[in-house]
């Protein structure tokens, strides 16, 4: 099911974005993963996120792959046009929508303006797949996905995050999403209130 929303768990969101910030400084490229990104509210809150918390030049090296396997429901093109209505953004503070939103040509409507959508890609992807849409990834996010897998699944999926991952990249699951024994010594968790976690090894 596709549900989501903007400032969803944003503490987690915040902590992800606090370790990987002093990681990835000096790269010139910044890859991010949100795996099962539904209509992209997730994207979005991680792009205002990372724009906020990054200087400025910094955030142009950012790319975001937002994937989904629902193409029934055009989940890509409602992502790369970024249009959402008012009532979906009730929980985004207002100086950050005065910030990264402007007006759309449908009453009601607004759109996330171009800075924080050319940071955006979005693909259609299959989790189960077990091939990342992408390699070298400084963080991957993957939240209120993985609980509808079967757990045999759910190990494999943690073995592509890692292979996925840059060596230390980080990985942030939604808080009731512990780790499977099986990939424990693949990552470490970094954040004590939060599913935040490091790759070891390579
Ligand atoms: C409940 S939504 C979560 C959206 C967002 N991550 C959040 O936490 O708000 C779950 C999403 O996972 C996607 N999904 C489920 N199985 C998937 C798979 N095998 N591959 C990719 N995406 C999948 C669904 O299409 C849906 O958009």
Avoid at 48 to 77: P, Y
Avoid at 137 to 151: A, E, G, I, R, W
């Amino acid at each position: 099911m596709a549900f989501s929303f903007f400032m969803r768990d944003q503490p987690t969101l915040e902590h992800a974005a606090d370790q990987m910030i002093p990681y990835s400084s000096g790269r010139s490229r910044i890859r991010v993963w949100d795996a099962g990104c539904a209509l992209g509210q997730e994207t979005y809150t991680l792009a205002m996120i990372l724009a906020e918390k990054m200087n400025r030049f910094a955030f142009k090296n950012v790319q975001i792959d937002a994937t989904d396997h629902d193409s029934a429901n055009r989940f890509g093109d409602v992502v790369s046009e970024a249009v959402y209505h008012g009532d979906e953004l009730k929980r985004t503070p207002k100086d950050l929508l005065s910030k990264y939103f402007e007006p759309a040509p449908n009453h009601g409507y607004t759109r996330v303006k171009y800075e924080l959508r050319s940071r955006v890609r979005f693909q259609y992807h299959d989790l189960l797949s077990l091939n990342p849409p992408g390699t070298d990834y400084c963080l991957v996010v993957c939240k209120n996905v993985l609980l509808h897998f079967q757990p045999r699944e759910r190990v494999e999926v943690f073995k592509m995050f890692h292979r996925a991952l840059a060596p230390g990249g980080y990985l942030a699951n939604e808080n009731t999403q512990k780790l499977p024994h099986e990939v424990a010594h693949l990552f470490s968790q970094v954040v004590p209130d939060a599913q935040v976690y490091k790759k070891t090894g390579n």
